[in-house]
């Protein structure tokens, strides 16, 4: 049998093992104690004791030995000089403790649990294994900052809506849809908000028995950074980091309805088809609103002074106030060549002339009609005919609108070059012409403005400025309500087009805990490979993988989680990181900050000036860095069991072929755009397993999870893994995977596999009673549940077995189903 299927085998039988496991180590576990390595590395004895207390820490039980061991090829008998021994201290203690203790890693991480083993190797050679658990400051600190920017977005949306002036009814009640929708949302958000901020005071940690709690909706369940650090005789130290926590959901609004994506399915099919904006053209619209509504009156107003200064002849003058009459007026046209205009005026008269009909709607609101703006009234018999043209709209309409504008224009410009000219005639002849034109010109300047041979200037450059003015007032009506209509479509889109107030924040609770996990994971990831300039390289040029691995069932709630978190992950691909400087090494100044708006959010990461300085010049420049996001499945458990053989593992092999899918996308990214990059000419031998083994129809198959965890790794990526709740199926999944890779990439002894797995396993599980034991002593470690195992805590509080074969299972279903048909048949009996 080949090694990745004795992992799969033994994979599929931890969780049935578990319990036999935890019982076992509780009959084992005497006490503990804690020692400093840097005392027993500058002692001169190669030997130390320290006393073993019970878990309460009031009584000793015993005595344990500890001993330093040579990690290097030399004797036994051989140790270095004692002038060494300082050095070599400070040595260990500096790669284990004051790159943890650096400021960036203090921001991120808190209440650090670990523990370190010793293996050998199949060459008889030791590794030194220390694991790290910790919570972080970041499960409530990337939810409050994302709370902050929905209200700020609803409110601006409520002050958009409102500022759109009068409009039709039907559009008038949409608003008020987008405004009541915002407004629920922001005063949930406010309690939620506030809520978190007083208990962020004393905690960051967010247990699962809180899972359902209104007000932690927002907060990622059992969040914690898993890290190992491998040091062998051929390598200093190498660092894994698996992120846990409970799967992405909403568990507040459980999951009767299924998850997110059932329910928005649900709304797509109910939706109307309507034209919908995104959030640039949205602000294109607002951009031209303004700019017409500045232009228009400096239009209008120096219209108005061309006609006051020709009232008296001044060729110069009359020039001067032309020219800047000109310059407006092209601005303005050019304002209103703008594409979107067009396209939304289709929109409007394509859409929405039927149900319209032939009523008005005010100049800056949507004209459903061709009447002139400003026109009241009922609509009359001949303008059914409007109606009628409306939906055959003629594409060329606003084209000719702008036009007219220029045109207008250009006779205004030739008209006064024609009373210019008169002035300055005749430009040929002779002098004596010459002098004759003038005393003519001075003659009908002398004249009378009422005469009827000699019009004035006024008179002659009246009418074209009103017929200017009519157009301008046509192509700002035409503009207003085309730019009116996309502000308005593209607010009603982020609300009503995603479905009801519960299904939207349903889905910002679900996006806030992926958040919370994948920043957290990132930052680790950045911060241990600053010293690799290709995955520096790969960061600004292709982005991160993150890869999201889980364990639910197909088979009851866990149908609605996966769900929820299929959603969760793919919204995170519209979620992009840059790198700044900070200020200062405050921990407050290292904490990621959030910016924004739904759909295009920008995570900001803070570095301390030295190590900001280490970075390439594309990312100190601000080059942001997208996420790739991806969901593999498998269940493991025995409602799995149930799913695959009397339910549906439709949504499980969905999402994975899905994800599969776009690993390859990124893989195939990343070749062509870093084809140097360590790993890359091996992926593709890596794609094509994971590909058999989703298209293959096995149940449990594990070894889904691990290729995809292998592609991960090798194109550095971000590793995340979750079941329901990041405990039982999370802790047999990282111990696991830990030893696994001891043995495929340190060369840990077959032999010692399992022993090692089921020391790490019984190590975690004295996690969890280390933290209980605070508990009972009245001590806390930054906020920790005491009833709360970490993610490698192996063994549950309470086993909630189903020990229920799959035959009385359906009985019993069964028997439920008569006894609830007689009971119905019993009611019917009295009620006649």
């Known amino acids: 049998m080949s090694p990745r299927s004795q992992a799969a085998e033994l994979y599929s039988n931890s969780v049935a093992d578990a319990d036999a496991f935890t019982d076992r180590v509780q009959r084992s576990f005497l006490g503990f104690t804690s020692f400093s390595i840097r005392d027993i590395l500058r002692s001169k004895e190669p030997h130390t004791s320290a006393g073993l207390r019970t878990m309460d820490g009031l009584n000793e039980v015993g005595e344990v030995s500890v001993s330093r061991l040579q990690m290097d090829e030399q004797s036994d008998d051989t140790s270095p000089p004692e002038h060494e021994r300082p050095a070599l201290c400070d040595r260990l203690h500096g790669s284990v403790h004051d790159k943890e203790n650096s400021p960036t890693m203090r921001a991120v991480l808190c209440a650090q649990v670990c523990k370190v083993y010793r293996f050998l190797t199949e060459d008889q050679r030791w590794l030194l294994v220390r694991e790290q658990l910790s919570e972080t400051p970041l499960s409530f600190s990337l939810p409050k900052q994302l709370l902050r920017a929905l209200i700020r977005e609803h409110a601006d949306r409520v002050q958009e809506v ?68 491998v040091t062998d005789p051929d390598s200093s130290g190498v660092w894994y980091e698996v992120i846990t926590f409970g799967a992405p959901a909403d568990h507040h609004q459980a999951f009767r309805h299924g998850g997110l994506r059932r329910l928005l399915n649900k709304h797509t099919g109910h939706s109307d088809g309507s034209v919908s904006y995104s959030q640039d053209e949205s602000s294109r619209a607002r951009e031209l609103l303004a700019s017409v509504a500045q232009l228009q009156p400096l239009v209008f107003g120096l219209a108005e ?12 003058r009359l020039q001067q106030v032309l020219d800047a009459l000109t310059r407006q007026t092209e601005q303005f046209v050019h304002a209103l060549k703008d ?133 301008v007032r046509e192509a700002v009506a035409k503009a207003r309500a085309a730019m009116t209509f996309v502000v308005l479509r593209g607010a009603v889109a982020p609300t009503v087009d995603q479905g009801p107030a ?56 866990e149908v609605g989680m996966l769900e929820d978190m299929e959603v969760g992950v793919a919204d995170l691909s519209q979620v992009a990181f ?20 739904w759909g295009s959010f920008v995570v900001e990461v803070p570095l301390t000036p030295e190590t900001f300085a280490l970075l390439p010049r594309e990312l100190r420049e601000g080059r942001p860095i997208r996420v790739h996001p991806v969901l593999f499945n498998i269940g493991i458990n025995q409602q799995q069991s149930l799913a695959e053989r009397f339910g549906d593992s439709s949504p499980q092999e969905r999402v994975n072929h899905q994800s599969c899918e776009r690993l390859r996308v990124y893989c195939r990214a990343l070749g062509e755009r870093r084809p140097d990059a360590a790993g890359v000419q091996s992926l593709s031998d890596l794609l094509t397993s994971l590909e058999r083994s989703v298209d293959a129809r096995k149940r449990k198959n594990v070894e889904v999870l691990w290729i995809a965890a292998t592609v991960c790794r090798q194109v550095s990526g971000v590793r995340l893994t979750s079941c329901k709740s990041a405990k039982d199926r999370t802790a047999m999944s990282v111990t696991l995977e830990q030893c696994v890779l001891l043995r495929e990439r340190h060369s840990l002894g077959q032999q010692h596999f399992s022993s090692a797995l089921d020391c790490m396993r019984r190590s975690h599980l004295s996690w969890g009673q280390l933290l209980g034991c605070y508990a009972q002593s009245g001590l806390t470690v930054s906020g920790s549940d005491p009833g709360e195992r970490p993610p490698g805590a192996g063994a549950p509080e309470a086993p909630g077995r189903h020990l229920y074969p799959v035959v009385i299972l359906l009985v019993t279903s069964h028997l439920l189903v008569l006894w609830l048909i007689l009971s119905l048949v019993i009611l019917l009996a009295r009620c006649e």
């Open 578 to 597: 840059t790198v700044t400087e900070a200020k200062t090494e405050e921990t407050d100044d290292l904490l990621p900050t959030l910016s924004g708006t």
């Open 305 to 316: 002074e061309l006609l006051s200064v020709s009232q008296e002849p001044h060729a110069a």
């Open 162 to 229: 409102n500022g759109l002036g009068e409009l039709s009814p039907h559009w008038d009640g949409l608003r008020h849809d987008v405004i009541n929708h915002c407004s629920h949302l922001i005063g949930c958000y406010q309690d939620t908000l506030a809520e978190l901020d007083r208990l962020s005071v004393s905690s960051c940690f967010k247990s699962s028995g809180s899972k359902s709690d209104r007000h932690l909706q927002f907060v990622p369940t059992n969040l914690h950074t898993q890290r190992m650090e």
């Open 339 to 471: 594409e979107l205009v067009k396209s939304a005026l289709l929109a409007i008269h394509g859409q929405f002339a039927a149900p319209c009909g032939g009523s008005h709607v005010h100049s800056n609101g949507l004209l459903c009609d061709n009447s002139p703006a400003g026109r009241e009234g009922p609509p009359s018999l001949g303008q059914r005919d409007d109606v009628r043209r409306d939906a055959e709209y003629d594409e060329e309409a606003w084209d000719r609108a702008w036009a007219n504008v220029a045109m207008s224009l250009n006779c205004i410009i030739a008209m006064a070059d024609r009373l210019r000219g008169r002035a300055d005639r005749p430009q040929g002849g002779t002098s004596g012409e010459q002098q004759e034109a003038a005393g003519d010109a001075d003659a009908r300047d002398a004249a009378s403005p009422s005469s009827s041979s000699s019009p004035s200037w006024q008179e002659q450059l009246l009418p074209l400025v009103v017929t200017l003015r009519d157009c």
């Open 502 to 557: 519960q299904v939207v924040q349903r889905r910002h609770a679900v996006f806030s805990q992926a958040l919370s996990a994948l920043v957290c994971g990132f930052m680790l990831k950045l911060y241990g490979g600053l010293e690799d300039p290709d995955f520096l390289q790969q960061l600004h040029s292709v982005g991160v993988l993150a890869q999201f691995e889980s364990l639910l069932s197909t088979y009851g709630d």
